[in-house]
């Protein structure tokens, strides 16, 4: 791990979160009998800006509704918040929706982002800090998945801890990692501290497949890129031309998932390893898991969060939770 001092930012610490790991998690997923890669993998640069570029198109509800959400009721957010919290967030991104929930704290302490896209957290992060000097705001570019130390901010040590994780990037999670995941957040705030999260409700099945297969193709593109890092990286060669987009709901597990289909039989090969693919033959690159209010209050409650309060759009298609730590 690299740290220190980067410009304005309090703290920055690098923990090199892919080093050797991408090559062993992309070659253990082709390995397995049915195809995956996991969807962190989707954020280099590249991904990061189509992600970005996901985030404002028409199909894709989630992001715009989420930033209504908490644009209409910010107010009374921060009251559940709180004076003189310190801001987690996990999988930070452009750190749009934290500009929002910081310019409405009362007495911010600290933000601390953590994104394993290095460039686009510092870069977040760092216009961020000019934005808000009396807020220490540090960059983790680390996997939260892994436990992650997080020290206290140095003016102000007794800062309640706040986990934040919109986006609904839970869903992306199984139903099982995402309580391990509740439970490890759960650790890190402590006793008395807070969850504001981000999770898309379950809804019409058209409105989901149209958001997931988008008619400019950027999701697609986003969805390739994952196959342009492998073939960039790891010495890939898979041709393009020859896999296509894949997305659609799953009632029976109540998530959208994300595939790339082989349109041939073909074989690949990846850091020198070969890999044979049927005609039709998939890698499950995504899942999008949808809850209900409750489901989710639920879920969140077997990791000692409790109190919950929600806030939704006149639509009912986004929650965005606030918890307790019991
Ligand atoms: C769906 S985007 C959400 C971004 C932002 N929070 C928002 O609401 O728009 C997910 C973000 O989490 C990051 N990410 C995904 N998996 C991660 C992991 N295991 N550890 C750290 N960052 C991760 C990605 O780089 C990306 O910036």
Redesign the pocket.
């Given at each position: 791990m690299t740290g220190g001092e980067r410009g304005p930012l309090a703290a920055f610490r690098d923990y090199e979160?892919e080093v050797g790991r991408f090559e062993q998690d992309v070659l253990a997923g082709l390995a397995g009998a049915a195809k995956s890669l996991p969807?962190?993998y989707?954020?280099d640069r590249r991904g990061?800006q189509l992600?970005e570029r996901i985030?404002t198109l028409d199909a894709y509800y989630p992001?715009r509704t989420?930033m209504g959400i908490l644009r209409a009721h910010v107010p009374a957010i921060a009251r559940r918040i709180g004076p003189d919290a310190h801001i987690i967030?996990?999988?930070?991104?452009?750190a749009?929706?934290a500009r929002i929930l910081l310019a409405a704290l009362e007495r911010p302490a600290a933000y601390v982002a953590?994104?394993?896209?290095r460039d686009?957290l510092l870069a977040a992060t760092t216009a961020l800090a000019r934005e808000f000097p009396e807020v220490e705001i540090a960059a983790y570019c680390?996997?939260?998945?892994a436990p992650l130390e997080i020290p206290a901010p140095r003016r102000r040590r007794l800062a309640r801890r706040v986990g934040f994780?919109?986006?609904?990037?839970i869903g992306?999670l199984t139903p099982e990692e995402a309580k391990a995941f509740l439970v490890g957040v759960r650790r890190q705030v402590g006793v008395g501290g807070g969850l504001l999260i981000?999770v898309d409700l379950k809804k019409d099945t058209r409105l989901l497949d149209l958001a997931y297969n988008d008619p400019d193709g950027v999701t697609a593109a986003f969805n390739f890129n994952i196959l342009v890092r492998i073939n960039r990286e790891l010495a890939g060669t898979f041709d393009l031309a020859r896999f296509a987009h894949y997305a659609f709901y799953s009632a029976e597990h109540g998530r959208v998932e994300m595939h790339l289909v082989s349109l041939t039989d073909q074989d690949v090969r990846v850091a020198g390893t070969r890999f044979a693919f049927r005609a039709g033959e998939t890698i499950h690159t995504e899942n999008s898991y949808k809850y209900g209010i409750d489901e989710f209050q639920a879920l969140a409650g077997t990791a000692d969060f409790v109190e919950g309060t929600v806030w939704t759009d006149e639509h009912r298609l986004f929650g965005l939770h606030h918890f307790v730590a019991a």
């Amino acid at each position: 791990m690299t740290g220190g001092e980067r410009g304005p930012l309090a703290a920055f610490r690098d923990y090199e979160p892919e080093v050797g790991r991408f090559e062993q998690d992309v070659l253990a997923g082709l390995a397995g009998a049915a195809k995956s890669l996991p969807c962190k993998y989707f954020y280099d640069r590249r991904g990061s800006q189509l992600f970005e570029r996901i985030c404002t198109l028409d199909a894709y509800y989630p992001t715009r509704t989420e930033m209504g959400i908490l644009r209409a009721h910010v107010p009374a957010i921060a009251r559940r918040i709180g004076p003189d919290a310190h801001i987690i967030e996990y999988g930070s991104g452009s750190a749009a929706k934290a500009r929002i929930l910081l310019a409405a704290l009362e007495r911010p302490a600290a933000y601390v982002a953590i994104d394993m896209a290095r460039d686009h957290l510092l870069a977040a992060t760092t216009a961020l800090a000019r934005e808000f000097p009396e807020v220490e705001i540090a960059a983790y570019c680390a996997d939260y998945s892994a436990p992650l130390e997080i020290p206290a901010p140095r003016r102000r040590r007794l800062a309640r801890r706040v986990g934040f994780f919109p986006g609904s990037t839970i869903g992306n999670l199984t139903p099982e990692e995402a309580k391990a995941f509740l439970v490890g957040v759960r650790r890190q705030v402590g006793v008395g501290g807070g969850l504001l999260i981000g999770v898309d409700l379950k809804k019409d099945t058209r409105l989901l497949d149209l958001a997931y297969n988008d008619p400019d193709g950027v999701t697609a593109a986003f969805n390739f890129n994952i196959l342009v890092r492998i073939n960039r990286e790891l010495a890939g060669t898979f041709d393009l031309a020859r896999f296509a987009h894949y997305a659609f709901y799953s009632a029976e597990h109540g998530r959208v998932e994300m595939h790339l289909v082989s349109l041939t039989d073909q074989d690949v090969r990846v850091a020198g390893t070969r890999f044979a693919f049927r005609a039709g033959e998939t890698i499950h690159t995504e899942n999008s898991y949808k809850y209900g209010i409750d489901e989710f209050q639920a879920l969140a409650g077997t990791a000692d969060f409790v109190e919950g309060t929600v806030w939704t759009d006149e639509h009912r298609l986004f929650g965005l939770h606030h918890f307790v730590a019991a």
